[in-house]
Structures are given as structure tokens and as C-alpha cells.
């Protein structure tokens, strides 16, 4: 599972969304990022990797920007196929 974060509209740069992000999972440290600090012009942010092994979460710090989702599933080899969608 990948957490992320992605800018719809409104906000232009991360700088402007004072966002913080906190993936809390038991047994494992916080994964906190604070968005407002960003710099990227991407708007599609992977903030943590979520791997289950077994009855085990590991929890990785990720951080990495995209042009969007499928830019995204490019970088970590998923294979999903993407269209337009619509929120109406």
C-alpha cells in the first residue's frame, strides 16, 4: 500500500497547503512529513510504502514526487491501466 498525497486544486505548490502527514502503524516508528516544506512542482506526493509480512506491517519513508497516478505506478512497477474520471 502506498500513502500519498495529491493536489487537486486551489493550492498551486505545496508551500501553500500547510499540510502535515502522520502514518502512525503499531510496532513501527511515525512516518511524519510536513508538505508545507516541499518544494517540488509535482503534484503527487508517496509519502510511506505499507508491506504486510505475514502477521508484520513494515512501514517505509517515502517522499518521492510524480507528475500523478500513473506517473506514480510507473515508478513502482504496479501496472494499473488509467483513464479520465470524473468527481460528478
Known sequence: IIVYTFIFEGAAKWSE??????????????????MGKQTSNKRFCAIAQLDFNGNTIDVKKL???????SDCDKAYGWGFNYSPGSKD
Open 17 to 34: 497547503t500547510n499540510a502535515v502527514v502522520k502514518v502512525s502503524v503499531p510496532g513501527n516508528e511515525d512516518v511524519i512529513v510536513e
Open 63 to 69: 517522499v518521492t514526487f510524480h507528475n500523478g497516478h
